[in-house]
């Protein structure tokens, strides 16, 4: 198998005993952009979480693999030491540990997946303007870095923390997850240009999304759309621009017939 695909092939997922996700199909390439979108509580959230490895989120059946690993014998951080990133729609406040100091510690582990417990870090000076160039890249100010996770932020600021983390740890593989939710219109299209601009070719990147605007600058290679549990339409970049316009009442009806 290309070790440059993440591969979801018949994926099952139950949520407390309740199927959520009934046989999804799904292939991305690095340097492919998708979109994922659909009705609320269709499985797309579901699906992030079954990627990374939510211990709630319960593989009844199917094979989640990149390359030749099988994502569902390794625990979460292993699958983000192989190169997987999931950005939350609600990201966590972390009290008490300042971005700078959690960004050094999980961009060490990405790095070093061999790495140790008590093993060195990246080195101060190194990572400090390694992280300075990350922000101003993404416009954002230095005083950002010393703030503690997500504590005080708003929503638009939580939304660009995990764009930081995206954009220092350079996963092969990132899930999305609505990272437009909460967001008004500038901080949408600041947030699309800033994921594109962190993209590129060596990063395969899965948006989920209800709304077109965050694809604005990430024209997707491939649009799903996810009903009940099931991929039931792929198509392309046209595809979101229709379910922005008209929703999803055409597709449910295809689905009932």
Do not use: W
Request: proline fraction near 5%.
């Amino acid at each position: 198998m290309n070790e440059e695909t993440l591969r979801i092939t018949d994926l099952h997922v139950s949520v407390e005993g309740k199927p959520i996700l009934k046989g999804v199909n799904l292939q991305i390439g690095r340097g492919e952009v998708h979109a994922l979108m659909g009705p609320n509580g269709s499985g797309k959230t579901t699906l992030g979480f079954a990627i990374m490895g939510h211990p709630a989120y319960r593989v009844t059946s199917g094979r989640i693999d990149l390359g030749e690993l099988n994502l569902l014998s390794m625990e979460p951080d292993q699958r983000a030491r192989a190169g997987v990133f999931l950005a939350f729609q609600r990201p966590v406040a972390l009290p008490g540990v300042r971005m700078c100091d959690f960004l050094r510690h999980a961009a060490t582990n990405i790095r070093c997946p061999d790495r140790k417990a008590g093993d060195g870090l990246i080195p101060m000076r190194q990572f400090r303007r390694e992280l300075e160039a990350t922000m101003e890249r993404l416009r954002m100010e230095p005083e950002f870095a010393r703030r503690y996770v997500n504590v005080g932020s708003s929503g638009g600021e939580t939304k660009r923390a995990e764009i930081l983390q995206l954009a220092t740890l350079r996963p092969k593989f990132a899930i999305l997850d609505e990272t437009d939710s909460g967001l008004d219109t500038d901080a949408v299209r600041l947030a699309s240009r800033s994921i594109a601009e962190i993209g590129g070719r060596q990063m395969g990147i899965l948006i989920i999304t209800h709304h077109e605007q965050l694809l604005e600058h990430n024209r997707p290679d491939f649009t799903h759309v996810i009903v009940d549990g099931r991929i039931v339409k792929t198509g392309g970049p046209e595809l979101a621009a229709d379910l922005h316009k008209h929703g999803y009442d055409r597709i449910r009806a295809l689905e009932a017939l």
